[in-house]
């Protein structure tokens, strides 16, 4: 089953865009206009990932942020800010990725993979030597000389 993602954004020409680029690469979608119908197609379509415009008519993208991850079943879904405005990497500190309009649907794409991609884990974990640099020389846990 795909993984689909909520596009939020009050202009229907930037929703188009941003849906189409994505369903073309194998994701879900679906979409809203506004903060409280967000609320609502969050609740009814359980996405796997947002996309979010900062600035709409009704409310600013940052509270719709605040109440998604108030609620337990939505604080782990990954965000992706898209705005024109300024300053965009401060309004949700936890973000995955924030781009700036207009912007590059590569860009897009490889935040939603990113994010969406299964974790895999290191092939062989860190056996913590503790070694560290001190004055130019190695140093091990062993070798404090």
Known sequence: MP??????DDDPYIV????????DNGYATCSASSVEEALSVLEAERPDLVTL??????????????????????????????????GIHLAIRNAVATLQKPF???????????CLSPRTPPARP???????????????AGNRG
């Open 16 to 23: 188009k865009y941003i849906t189409e680029v994505l369903s």
């Open 126 to 140: 860190w056996t913590g030597n503790n070694r560290f640099r001190s004055g130019g020389s190695l140093r091990t």
């Open 3 to 8: 993984k689909k993602i909520l596009t939020i």
């Open 53 to 86: 415009d900062m600035e709409m008519p009704d409310e600013w993208g940052p509270r719709f942020y605040r109440k998604m991850s108030m609620n337990p079943a939505f604080k782990d879904t990954p965000v992706i800010v898209i705005s024109g405005l300024q």
């Open 104 to 114: 590059d649907p590569e860009e897009l794409l490889t935040s939603s993979t990113g």
